[in-house]
């Protein structure tokens, strides 16, 4: 999860103005990827040096298409490591307000995905894994599940769910407003 602590998330955007609803809980949760553009050089120059040392050793042992070869598998780790990249594009975003739940997926390519739930009616379902912890975690309003912070680590997935169900409980008792 690249994004913040979701408790300080909430508090950094607790106080937004935009429909005079106080947001009880925001989070943008993106893919963890620990390499960035200038390891992914190091690692593909390392690769590709020694692809072709190798490689140069078989073209002087008479053994040409195997040179060729070590380019291909150059060529596959590159490819997988966009891919790769790619991938990390995804993001999440999680807003609860007293009156709605709105979760924004974000694919790779940019394509999005919006739901919007009635926070009253909203459940969140924990799907247990006795060996593994928090598997999947679902919120649901109408028979209609929606399934967030997939790409998670364990961890972080029941940081989330703490998080949601803190929110949601908070809106389906109400918000109390002060008149000053």
């Not at 390519?109 to 919006?114: A, C, K, L, P, V």
């Not at 247990?128 to 309003?141: A, I, K, M, N, S």
Request: proline residues 4%.
């Amino acid at each position: 999860m690249s994004a913040a602590n979701p408790a300080s998330d909430r508090a950094a955007w607790a106080d937004d103005a935009s429909d005079g609803e106080p947001t009880l809980f925001q989070v943008r949760l993106t893919p963890y990827r620990s390499l960035d553009q200038r390891g992914f050089l190091i690692v593909m120059a390392i690769v590709a040096g020694i692809s072709f040392v190798c490689g140069t050793a078989f073209l002087l042992m008479g053994a040409w298409p195997v040179f060729g070869l070590f380019g291909l598998d150059v060529l596959a780790i590159w490819f997988a490591f966009r891919m790769n990249f790619r991938a990390a594009r995804a993001s999440e975003e999680i807003t609860v307000t007293p009156s709605l739940v709105t979760i924004r997926q974000i694919a790779p390519d940019g394509r999005w995905r919006e739901a919007q739930m009635n926070p009253l009616w909203t459940r969140l379902h924990r799907e247990l894994h006795e060996d593994y912890g928090l598997q999947r975690l679902t919120l649901e309003t109408r028979g209609q599940p929606v399934e967030v912070g997939s790409f998670l680590h364990t961890a972080q997935r029941e940081e989330l769910a703490n998080g949601l169900a803190l929110a949601l409980s908070q809106a389906k008792r109400g918000v109390v407003r002060s008149s000053f």
